[in-house]
């Protein structure tokens, strides 16, 4: 049979400086996975590519520094971008079956439903609950705020699994997201 391969997509933090990316990452390489991720380049780690502990890391540039005011729309945007088309790259030149996408932001569904034509499955790494992130940074219910949740709730649609941090994004997940409840 041959090895399943995992692409992990992060786009608020580096790898492998995202320590719970980077430790599912390495789980599941010590699994037998071929695991690929995409990140954006970082003050410690900004070549291009590099082959870190068997793990491939393409990164892609950030327009800015990440203490710039209103750059969230810019940044996801160029995220977004850079992640199609390097998951385009990647998937030409070894097929993945698995997409693990860690939010913020929730737009990494949008690359998934391309993936999800040849099969593809999706692990909705449930980080943060965005829209409520954004209701207490600037404290309004506004479009953007729906447009967040309209986007977690196509991510909890179209994933396959959700990993949730803790009990109350669990909670989420089973509620707003119509995901089925697991045991722990």
Same mark, same amino acid.
């Given at each position: *049979?041959?090895?399943?391969?995992?692409?992990?997509? $992060?786009?608020?933090?580096?790898?492998?400086?995202?320590?719970?990316?980077?430790?599912?990452?390495?789980? +599941?390489?010590?699994?037998?996975?071929?695991?690929?991720?995409?990140? =954006?380049?970082?003050?410690?780690?900004?070549?291009?590519?590099?082959?870190?502990?068997?793990?491939?890391?393409?990164?892609?540039?950030? =327009?800015?520094?990440?203490?710039?005011?209103?750059?969230?729309?810019?940044?996801?945007?160029?995220?977004?971008?850079?992640?199609?088309?390097?998951s385009i790259r990647i998937f030409l030149k070894s097929r993945f079956?698995?997409?693990?996408?860690?939010?913020? =932001?929730?737009?990494?569904?949008?690359?998934?439903?391309?993936?999800?034509?040849?099969?593809?499955?999706?692990?909705?790494?449930?980080?943060?609950?965005? +829209?409520? *992130?954004?209701?207490?940074?600037?404290?309004?219910?506004?479009?953007?705020?729906?447009?967040?949740?309209? *986007?977690? &709730?196509?991510?909890?649609?179209? +994933?396959?699994? $959700?990993?949730?941090?803790?009990?109350?994004?669990?909670?989420? +997940?089973?509620?707003?997201? &119509?995901?089925?409840?697991?045991?722990?």
């Open positions: *049979m041959k090895q399943k391969h995992i692409l992990f997509i $992060v786009e608020n933090d580096g790898v492998p400086e995202d320590t719970r990316v980077w430790n599912e990452a390495c789980a +599941a390489r010590e699994y037998g996975y071929k695991v690929t991720a995409i990140s =954006p380049k970082t003050k410690l780690y900004s070549k291009v590519y590099e082959k870190i502990d068997g793990i491939r890391i393409y990164r892609h540039y950030e =327009p800015y520094g990440k203490d710039v005011k209103g750059r969230f729309v810019i940044e996801y945007l160029n995220a977004l971008l850079w992640e199609f088309i390097l079956h698995i997409i693990h996408g860690a939010n913020p =932001p929730d737009h990494i569904f949008l690359i998934v439903l391309l993936y999800k034509i040849f099969g593809v499955r999706y692990i909705f790494d449930h980080h943060d609950i965005t +829209a409520e *992130m954004y209701l207490a940074k600037f404290d309004r219910v506004d479009l953007f705020y729906k447009i967040l949740l309209f *986007m977690e &709730k196509l991510n909890f649609k179209i +994933a396959d699994v $959700v990993i949730s941090t803790n009990q109350s994004y669990k909670s989420i +997940a089973v509620t707003r997201g &119509k995901k089925k409840k697991f045991n722990d």
